[in-house]
């Protein structure tokens, strides 16, 4: 009899400029919410691979979230619970587009949104249904692999609870730190893209359909945090229906809420004047934007769908609103070349982004990426720790894969040397000056981490080898 579940995901231990700016884990603390307002005893846990060990050897059954770069070492701690007799079903982005693989590891695996269909399987394991009627879930039946009809995704978002993140580790945990204070709580509002970037899994794991909680639902959600708390907006474009921002944004003034909040958007964002000037006016402080690229052919490459003029002009309307600008840029495109690299650095440093991140293209699996390179048999790294855009994983065209790497960590080293870094301070910009130090140390602790992974990918005609 199923009673007690535990939720969890394992933590990376990879190095980042996010590192130290840790989410709460909004799906699992989600699910916990949900099988708790059933009658189960639940938690969510977000820990290492050992503390999840010890924490979880009482539970009746195990949901692992996993995500690609954390596939490895979630597999590891199945492979341990279920030692122990503890069943393990597994979810999330990497065991949706990953089934079978997951269920070496797991009794079961659910595709896709999982906050109906859990239930649905604690139910069947408690003999009230039976397996066969829980969408999306894959299974096996005499030795032999079932996947059973698809989950529908969730239309009405309002009918889920807000999660209650007492549940992550018992409560135990402090909301993850923010700049130079506070802490930060994730507040989704919306699921789905309707764009279809061809390295992003997004719109394979919640469709290109836009689904969103209407604003009444959001606003009540809020009124629960505290002023000293920051609002991360989990979205993956909070933008992508103007009306309905505006409608949350105004709803949000009207509430004379005082904490500050940050989002993904698009360069697009800056098309909407008046959008702008809603987000600031309702406490928008920071905004994390994926430019990619500033190479005309790689945007086209990857059907992003924007213009490096619309990206200059994003940074500009935004910045002279005082909103911190935190771009994101891909290395690795086959349109890409050591000047695409130079000139993306350039665009960095010349139009004044306030933080950056400079990744590797990663083939995802679920993305449109990941099918062309398999089929193209240059996925030289099957090595799902590696996938954490900070490992090259497959063979370039326009350069070697040490090229790429040393490309990318010199464009860290570029954008926040200690020069750019201490201009900052005196221009009186002091968390970018604090964001700066970090990402600086960051990025040279990355390397001597890596060492032995550089040392082999810097070999002619090595293969590529495994992160550390």
Request: a neutral charge; one cysteine or more.
């Given at each position: 009899m199923i009673q007690k579940v535990s939720i969890l995901e394992v933590k990376s231990e990879h190095l980042h400029i996010f590192s130290r700016f840790e989410l709460p884990r909004i799906g699992a603390t989600l699910l916990a919410t949900i099988l708790r307002d059933r009658g189960f005893d639940t938690e969510a846990l977000f820990l290492s691979r050992?503390?999840?060990?010890?924490?979880?050897?009482?539970?009746?059954?195990?949901?692992?979230?996993?995500?690609?770069?954390?596939?490895?070492?979630?597999?590891?701690?199945?492979?341990?619970?279920?030692?122990?007799?503890?069943?393990?079903?597994?979810?999330?982005?990497?065991?949706?587009?990953?089934?079978?693989?997951?269920?070496?590891?797991?009794?079961?695996?659910?595709?896709?949104?999982?906050?109906?269909?859990?239930?649905?399987?604690?139910?069947?394991?408690?003999?009230?249904?039976?397996?066969?009627?829980?969408?999306?879930?894959?299974?096996?039946?005499?030795?032999?692999?079932?996947?059973?009809a698809p989950a529908r995704p969730i239309d009405n978002l309002d009918s889920l609870p807000f999660p209650d993140y007492s549940l992550l580790d018992n409560g135990r945990r402090r909301m993850g730190a923010f700049m130079l204070g506070g802490s930060i709580v994730p507040v989704q509002t919306s699921r789905g893209c309707p764009y279809d970037c061809s390295f992003c899994s997004v719109t394979g794991m919640f469709g290109k359909r836009?689904?969103?909680?209407?604003?009444?639902?959001?606003?009540?959600?809020?009124?629960?945090?505290?002023?000293?708390?920051?609002?991360?907006?989990?979205?993956?474009?909070?933008?992508?229906?103007?009306?309905?921002?505006?409608?949350?944004?105004r709803a949000m003034i009207e509430r004379n809420f005082r904490f500050h909040w940050s989002t993904q958007v698009r360069a697009d964002v800056a098309r909407d004047p008046e959008l702008l000037d809603l987000m600031v006016r309702a406490g928008c402080s920071t905004v994390f934007i994926g430019f990619e690229s500033v190479d005309p052919q790689a945007?086209?490459?990857?059907?992003?769908?924007?213009?490096?003029?619309e990206m200059r002009r994003a940074v500009h309307e935004l910045r002279r609103r005082g909103v911190h600008v935190h771009g994101m840029f891909v290395f690795g495109f086959d349109a890409d070349s050591p000047d695409t690299v130079h000139a993306t650095?350039?665009?960095?440093?010349?139009?004044?982004?306030?933080?950056?991140?400079?990744?590797?293209?990663?083939?995802?699996?679920?993305?449109?990426?990941?099918?062309r390179l398999s089929a193209e048999g240059r996925l030289n790294d099957r090595d799902w720790d590696d996938y954490d855009a900070h490992h090259v994983t497959f063979r370039p065209t326009g350069f070697t894969a040490w090229?790429?790497?040393?490309?990318?960590?010199?464009a860290h080293a570029r954008f926040y040397s200690w020069t750019r870094?201490?201009?900052?301070?005196?221009?009186?910009?002091?968390?970018?000056?604090?964001?700066?130090?970090?990402?600086?140390?960051?990025?040279?602790?990355?390397?001597w981490k890596e060492r032995s992974y550089l040392r082999a990918l810097r070999q002619p005609g090595a293969a590529l080898p495994a992160g550390s």
């Open positions: 050992a503390a999840l060990l010890k924490r979880c050897i009482t539970t009746d059954l195990a949901g692992i979230s996993t995500i690609t770069a954390t596939a490895p070492a979630s597999y590891a701690v199945a492979d341990d619970l279920r030692r122990r007799g503890i069943p393990v079903v597994f979810g999330g982005p990497h065991a949706s587009f990953q089934p079978e693989e997951a269920l070496a590891h797991g009794d079961y695996c659910l595709i896709g949104e999982a906050e109906q269909t859990l239930p649905m399987l604690v139910e069947a394991l408690n003999g009230e249904r039976t397996l066969e009627e829980v969408p999306g879930l894959v299974w096996r039946r005499d030795g032999l692999v079932v996947r059973n836009y689904r969103f909680r209407s604003s009444a639902n959001v606003i009540a959600e809020l009124e629960q945090y505290q002023p000293n708390q920051h609002i991360f907006f989990y979205d993956d474009n909070f933008a992508a229906n103007s009306r309905h921002t505006r409608e949350l944004l945007l086209a490459e990857m059907h992003k769908g924007q213009s490096v003029e650095v350039d665009f960095a440093i010349h139009e004044r982004i306030d933080s950056a991140q400079f990744l590797l293209l990663t083939p995802l699996p679920g993305s449109e990426l990941f099918k090229k790429l790497q040393l490309a990318q960590i010199r870094v201490v201009g900052r301070l005196l221009h009186g910009r002091l968390a970018g000056f604090i964001v700066g130090v970090y990402a600086h140390r960051l990025n040279r602790r990355w390397a």
